[in-house]
């Protein structure tokens, strides 16, 4: 059984006031939005955008969070993990991906860390679940799941110059999104639109 926190109940984002304020910002009832990742966000973000659409990879927390879900404009879907079982997935360092394919991911993304690619591989159909979606274009993507790093940038074919990308954690997760060498910068990709508190706002870094 899957106990929901007080936020959660009550439906509310697991992110502090202030935070939702400034999320606020940049959403409106015109916006196409996508989360990775679901809880009490889920739960309140629909209200205020004209679509909705959530992936999570938990299967007792979505059946959870489905159970009190009435939106009209909410898509909500289960993709299960890779590797490990319903929650319990191993942690990236024990990520079951070959020295091959490790390679070959690394040559396609150097801006991604070494966690960054491992975790991406346990998370992989959960990541790549946007293809499906059938949207060709979302306004504003909130990262707050597993293998954050590459659910930021696989929607950088979803998004525009004005799409907004807010990642959960950022700040106190800067190694994975920063590595040793000057090729592992997640600002190759990138840029910063401001800071609010532990999260990121990002937007597509125009060449």
Request: with cysteine; hydrophobic share 35%.
């Given at each position: 059984?899957?106990n929901?926190?007080?936020?959660?109940?009550?439906?509310?984002?697991?992110?502090?006031?202030?935070?939702?304020?400034?999320?606020?910002?940049?959403?409106?009832?015109?916006?196409?939005?996508?989360?990775?990742?679901?809880?009490?966000?889920t739960?309140?973000f629909?209200?205020?955008?004209?679509?909705?659409?959530?992936?999570?990879?938990?299967?007792?927390?979505?059946?959870?969070?489905?159970?009190?879900?009435?939106?009209?404009?909410?898509?909500?879907?289960?993709?299960?993990?890779?590797?490990?079982?319903?929650?319990?997935?191993p942690?990236?360092?024990?990520?079951?991906?070959?020295?091959e394919?490790?390679?070959?991911?690394?040559?396609?993304?150097?801006?991604?860390?070494?966690?960054?690619?491992?975790?991406?591989?346990?998370?992989?159909?959960?990541?790549?679940?946007?293809?499906?979606?059938?949207?060709?274009k979302?306004?504003?993507?909130?990262v707050?799941?597993?293998?954050?790093?590459?659910?930021?940038?696989?929607v950088?074919?979803?998004?525009?110059?004005?799409?907004?990308?807010?990642?959960?954690?950022?700040?106190?997760?800067?190694n994975?999104?920063?590595?040793?060498?000057?090729k592992?910068?997640?600002?190759?990709?990138?840029?910063?639109v401001?800071?609010?508190?532990?999260?990121?706002?990002?937007?597509?870094?125009?060449?």
């Amino acid at each position: 059984m899957i106990n929901l926190n007080h936020r959660q109940k009550n439906y509310l984002p697991e992110f502090d006031d202030d935070i939702i304020s400034g999320m606020m910002k940049y959403i409106n009832e015109d916006s196409i939005m996508l989360e990775f990742g679901s809880g009490g966000s889920t739960l309140f973000f629909p209200k205020f955008v004209k679509e909705f659409y959530s992936l999570e990879f938990y299967d007792d927390f979505y059946n959870e969070i489905k159970s009190r879900m009435n939106f009209d404009n909410a898509n909500y879907f289960l993709v299960e993990a890779n590797q490990g079982i319903k929650d319990e997935v191993p942690s990236a360092k024990d990520s079951d991906i070959s020295d091959e394919k490790y390679n070959e991911l690394k040559e396609i993304y150097p801006y991604h860390t070494e966690h960054n690619i491992r975790r991406y591989w346990q998370f992989r159909d959960f990541v790549d679940y946007v293809d499906e979606l059938g949207v060709d274009k979302f306004d504003v993507v909130l990262v707050d799941g597993r293998a954050r790093g590459f659910c930021a940038t696989k929607v950088l074919d979803y998004i525009d110059e004005n799409g907004i990308v807010f990642i959960d954690d950022f700040y106190t997760r800067l190694n994975e999104y920063f590595g040793p060498t000057e090729k592992e910068n997640f600002w190759e990709v990138f840029e910063e639109v401001e800071k609010l508190g532990r999260m990121a706002v990002l937007k597509k870094k125009v060449r």
